[in-house]
């Protein structure tokens, strides 16, 4: 993949806030980083407030944040518990709310391990076994730049109406850059490591477990993360369209039905929920590929 | 006589990368080291030392000719034949405890016991306080040592190491050599050094093996008759300096003669 995940790293790794001086240096990081982004989304929030107070933001179109928040029962209504395609809005209140994001959460974790296990399975296979390399590859390289969203229809068409579309979306976008990533990393090995393996004497599967596998894992996971909005964004217009459920038929709903407060109600849910997926994917790198500093996607 | 501990038999490598002509880095190259015996081998650049290394370790094959190792066919990679390379190479995700432990953890030995060596070997090597550390967070002299440790824990015969002070600074170097001499006469293992550097080559060898350029031979075969620890200020040390800078000088000039002729 050409995409430097250095920079990326950078970017979402917070580490734009300098050194501090001494005294709990960790907590006063995080501290100084909350206030910097509640200062940024302060701001964001008061230049649309102003533009409405002034008269320039008409409240029906782009309603400001505090009108979309005020009717939240009312919002909520909208919101269903049943995981039904075509169901009518049965006003569930906050459960329907908390399981219309889980089925669409759920959807895209499913899509995301999918093409993350298999997307590597895959790598391996064309990195390891020439047959598979030769035969498969140019097929790779011909599907993967094709995006997501095309892949609709034949989502569609081939598992009709319901979940499944939806998470293979999400496994679609994660899928082919995964196993391009596996590709490329496995062929950058550093290959000391390899032959510090073999004159230890371990076997080839010992190699894969133990040390191939870690030296890419974190670019691997560089790939996910940054792959990760596409993800969201797919699994939103499959269920705009094609599924009937979750957080993308209610913006679709809202949408037809000219309902500005739901929209941005379910857009600033959105926008909470992938911001949490990024932060819990970030958790996850550090718990588990705690060799990594944060800023550095690669392996040395 | 003793059996030696590593005996190369008239060995050659041709390299051939695709695409491009055949790479002739080691041509009839013979050579004994003995058991417990510090080797340096020193040589113009390219001449095939790494090459040599690599197929002691068993890593590559040879294009002819055989080695041997205590009067067994080298066929295959072997922990007997530890290989250092100029980058420590540990592995980022194992703590240095861990990655001293990882040869043991292969071979199947249980947990307590293969980190009780491991941290043996590390005090020895002077890691003692460092085992929980991730490889980046020690410097470049104590990854190499700990590299050291990887390797001993294993009990080689043979401990081959390519420029391994290279990326060291001067200061770092001159502790390392010591530091180095003092684990070989610990573990009696057979060193094969490669370098660079005349002034290492005549601070640690037992004997130096001068290569010529490419294809790699052996050119001359010079003991170094002083008692270690070796200062330089020794007049002898100044002429044994004097004749490798000859020696190597003679060969640099060849390599740089047959590149321009290419
Ligand atoms: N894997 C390889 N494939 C093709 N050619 C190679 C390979 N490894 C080494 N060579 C070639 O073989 C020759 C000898 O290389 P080698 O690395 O053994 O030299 P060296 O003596 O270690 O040099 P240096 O002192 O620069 O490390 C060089 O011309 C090199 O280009
Ligand atoms: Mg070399």
Known sequence: MSISTKSVATLFGGAGVGRLPSGSPKLRRHLVGIGWGMASIGLFT??????WAIGWANPLLLPPPHLFLQDIPGTLGYFSQKNIVGAKAAGNGVTGLLLTILWTTSRVVLGLA????LGVAVGAMVHYVRMVRNLLLPTILLLAPISPVAWLPVAIFVFGIGDVPAIFLVFITVFFAIVLSTVAQLESVPRNYLHVARIMGATEAQTFWRVTLPAILPSLFMTLRLNLFAAWMVVLIAEAVGVGSGLGQITSMARATFNAKLVFFTMAI??????????????????MLWWVAPGQGGSK | MTRPAVSIKN?????????????????NLSLDVMPGEFVVLLGPSGCGKSTLLYMIAGLEGTSGGVIEQDGAFVTEPSAERGLIFQEA?????????????????????PVAERRAVAADMLRKVGLGDMMEKKPDELSGGMRQRAACARALAMRPKVLMMDEPFAALDVQTRSKMQD???QIWRDSGASVILVTHSIDEAIALADRV????????????????????????????????????TELLADEVDRAFAEQEVV
């Open chain 2, 209 to 244: 093996v001068v290569f010529t350029s490419r294809p790699g031979q052996v050119k001359t075969i010079v003991p170094i008759d002083l008692p270690r620890p070796r200062p330089s200020r020794d007049p002898r040390y100044h002429e044994y300096r004097d004749m490798f």
């Open chain 2, 11 to 27: 060995v050659a490598k041709t390299w051939t990368p695709e695409g491009r002509p055949p790479v002739h880095a080691l041509r």
């Open chain 1, 270 to 287: 959105i926008g909470v929920l992938g911001f949490l997926f990024d932060w819990g994917l970030r958790y996850i790198q550090g718990r």
């Open chain 1, 46 to 51: 008061a230049i649309w407030e102003i533009l």
């Open chain 1, 114 to 117: 999918l093409g993350f296990v």
């Open chain 2, 89 to 109: 190479s540990l592995f980022p995700w194992l703590t240095i405890l861990d990655n001293v432990a990882f040869g043991l953890s292969v071979r199947g030995v």
């Open chain 2, 179 to 181: 530091f180095l001499l």
